[in-house]
């Protein structure tokens, strides 16, 4: 073998996550000399010796947990004399191109060092190493630096000092090394927090992202207490537990669940619950899952081992006042929460960017994004195709938003619901935080069609061309973004709300997809939608609705009998001329949950449909339950029988039919357009009975079947889909999006 240099260029998560020493070792096993820099748009290394190729070989193996390869770039060059070792250089200083990795849990080695008695990091709170700890929320710009996180206020001590210069160390440039002599301190023993935690009260912790409310979950006088002082009635809370065999100890937790309970991004995960006595009732009433996570910081490690109790569970929710965003600054946590958490417990290490806690739940036995935060971004999504630097809003409710850098898409932290002061201000702030942390040239601005969202007319304010997406368009083509579809497909939207052609409200959609533009060739019947946006708070209102189309409008009166505003409804339904309608699949769910008798008010979104998945046993099919008529899916029929079941017949009738006859509908669609792919998103696919149903139907019929799998199906996924169609709508070769 003869002597060759190598320069090789890396993109992808290079920085910051322990890749320069794994070059640096594999480097010198090889006895190759040369050099590793971090640099705008990744590394970029030289290597020169006998191995080279051996390098290249080895070089994507046992790479450092957070490392990512997304490409390599090798040329060759004249080889230089007088080069005796290997060397790590100073960063280029140029334009950061690059990302950094999310928040990730404690490591093992970390997690060995925290129970350590003779390691100088025992019971230190703070610790981490280059494959674990805190990451975005403390960063405040790149290129990832110490002095540019949240970690700028704490010089090293001289044994991290040590560790940090030492390419040969786990925390070599690990850039929050902390330890107790140094690094950030908590305000408050834990043993405290602990004891208040066991006599049942109710703490505010600052946490990896933001303050979080923590209580006794199985102390039911803890829980509801802080559901009264939260004014949170029935919105399902999540626990903590220390570790796998705590929650299969109050859930069933298959490989797949362990898998996610334990993966580094630490997502809450929506189990099914087990011996529900275990737990108190009210912490997910009338649900048949519950949301668990384990332990996200080393602090939450150490309250565990402090409590010292077996199968301890703790609730562990965000402290927010209800609609706002995450509370990250110590002093508005101290007004804010005094009326809700007995005591406030503060540390002097910054949150820098506000993120929630991931919610994930399991679909045909894999991760379905509900809440995609912490441990998820800045994880970037791969485009199809390079497409002009864009700036997607997302929508009104759970947004998100979206900017896109060549072929790579980059959605933010779920930000919240556009219907507050605050959380617009939190939107404002992530956008310029993101705009400057990727260092993206925007062009275009995409939005939805909705004239009156605060997002449509912001996106004006850009002086940059605006392209207006339709709301279900943007489900599909998120998903077909994600897949890198460019073919011609069959998309089918099962949704609550969104801005149709003419200003009506869509959620039942079937689309043709080509390019980047659809054609809207079937939708659910319309139903009138009594009280507008009120009903979707009202699940009773849509079950009038259908009773009056059903004609049996004086049902109405009995069926919701204690309801003051039934017989006004029954009246105002009989003589209504003009009531607007929807097309909408959630507003179905919200009708058979009212008829069934499961939920006729709700109080938050989606508790109607969930409580009546919930219920289901088994799906049973009405065979004439569904109608297809000049291409409109409609289940006003087994409405009819629905109101002579039981809930749970019922719940299980609703699905089964209502599976059966989509299925028809598409299989029907699919040979008429001779098309063989179908996606689908849409807030109804998060139903898990429905959404395993069709895709085994489907798939069975041998239909190629594209479901959201790194956004969740809702909202929260629109702004890769707005931005996909904005940007590939404008490269040449690709049809602009129809409006
Ligand atoms: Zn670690
Ligand atoms: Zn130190
Ligand atoms: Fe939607």
């Known amino acids: 073998m003869s002597m060759r240099r190598l320069v090789i260029g890396i993109r992808g998560r290079v920085q910051g996550v322990g890749f320069r020493p794994h070059v640096f070792s594999l480097a010198k096993t090889l006895n190759l000399t040369g050099f590793v820099r971090n640099c705008g748009t990744g590394v970029i290394l030289e290597i020169q010796g006998k191995n080279v190729h051996a390098f290249l070989e080895a070089l994507p193996h046992n790479l450092p947990p957070l490392a990512r390869i997304d490409a390599c770039d090798v040329t060759e060059s004249a080889c230089v004399t007088d080069e005796a070792c290997f060397t790590i250089l100073h960063s280029l200083q140029e ?46 710009d790149l290129p990832y630096d110490r002095a540019q996180t949240a970690m700028r206020h704490f010089p090293l001590c001289e044994a991290c000092h040590t560790e940090y210069h030492h390419p040969e160390n786990r925390r070599y440039h690990a850039q929050p090394i902390a330890c107790e002599a140094c690094g950030p301190e908590l305000e408050c023993d834990i043993e405290a927090i602990v004891s208040a935690l066991k006599i049942g009260k109710i703490v505010a912790l600052k946490g990896p992202g933001g303050y979080q409310l923590l209580c006794d979950a199985r102390n039911a006088s803890a829980v509801n207490t802080l559901r009264a002082r939260k004014q949170r009635e029935q919105k399902p809370f999540a626990v903590m537990v220390e570790n796998i065999e705590a929650a299969a100890c109050f859930a069933e937790v298959n490989v797949t669940a362990q898998a996610l309970l334990e993966s580094r991004a630490r997502p809450i995960v929506l189990l099914k619950k087990r011996r529900p ?229 869509w959620g039942g959609e079937l689309f043709n997809l080509e390019a980047t533009r659809f054609e809207r060739i079937g939708h659910f019947e319309p139903l009138m939608l009594p009280g507008g946006e009120r009903a979707a708070r009202e699940p009773w209102r849509m079950g009038a609705a259908v009773l009056h189309q059903l004609n049996l409008n004086a049902r109405i009166t009995t069926q919701f009998a204690h309801l003051p505003q039934a017989a006004l409804l ?41 409580q009546l998945e919930s219920l289901v046993a088994t799906p049973t099919v009405l065979p004439n339950g569904w109608c297809i008529k000049n291409n409109r899916f409609s289940m006003l029929e087994v409405f009819r029988e629905l109101l002579h079941l039981n809930p749970v017949e019922g719940a299980g009738l609703f699905h089964g039919t209502l ?42 019929s041998g239909l190629q079947v594209y479901l959201p799998e790194r956004l969740p199906p809702n909202d929260g996924g629109l702004s890769l889909g707005q931005a996909f169609i904005a940007g590939a709508g404008n490269v040449s070769g690709h049809a602009g999006a129809n409006h």
């Open 95 to 140: 334009q950061a191109n690059t990302i950094i990795a999310p928040d990730t849990a404690p490591c093992d080695a970390c997690l060995q060092e925290l129970f350590d008695p003779e390691s100088r990091y025992f019971q230190y709170p703070f610790l981490n190493c280059t494959h674990c700890g805190p990451r975005l929320t403390i960063t405040a």
């Open 659 to 700: 599976i059966a006859g989509l299925s028809e509908w598409l299989l029907m669609n699919a040979q008429k357009h001779q098309l063989n792919t179908i996606l689908l998103s849409g807030g109804c696919f998060l139903n898990k009975v429905l959404t395993e149903g069709l895709y085994g139907r489907l798939t069975q």
């Open 570 to 610: 029954a009246s105002h339904l009989k003589q209504a001329t003009k009531m607007p309608r929807t097309s909408s699949c959630g507003r179905l769910f919200d009708a058979a949950s009212a008829l069934t008798g499961v939920c006729l008010m709700s109080q938050y979104e989606g508790q109607a449909a969930m």
């Open 277 to 505: 006595e275990r737990l108190c009732a009210s912490l997910a009433p009338h649900l048949s899952h519950l949301g668990i996570m384990l332990p996200a910081t080393p602090l939450h490690h150490l309250l565990f081992k402090v409590m010292g109790m077996k199968n301890a569970a703790l609730v562990v929710t965000s402290a927010n006042i209800s609609g706002n965003p995450l509370i990250i600054e110590d002093e508005t946590a101290k007004g804010a929460l005094s009326g809700i958490a007995d005591i406030i417990i503060s540390h002097n290490r910054d949150i820098l960017t506000r993120v929630d806690d991931s919610v994930v739940t399991i679909i045909n036995n894999a991760p379905v994004l509900i809440r995609r935060a912490r441990g998820f971004v800045p994880e970037r999504i791969a485009l199809p195709m390079r497409i002009p630097g864009t700036l997607a809003l997302g929508g009104h409710l759970k947004n998100t938003f979206c900017i896109t850098r060549d072929d790579e898409a980059f959605v933010s932290q779920h930000i919240g619901s556009l219907t507050n002061r605050e959380t617009i201000a939190f939107f404002h702030e992530s956008i310029d935080y993101w705009k400057r942390l990727l260092n993206a040239d925007i062009e275009r601005v995409a939005c939805d069609w909705h004239p009156d969202f605060y997002t449509s007319r912001l996106a004006q304010s850009f002086n940059l061309p605006v392209t207006p997406v339709q709301h279900h368009h943007a489900h599909l083509a998120a998903v077909a973004a994600e897949h890198g579809l460019n073919e011609r497909t069959l998309g089918l939207a099962l949704d609550g709300y969104g801005y149709g052609r003419e200003g009506e409200a």
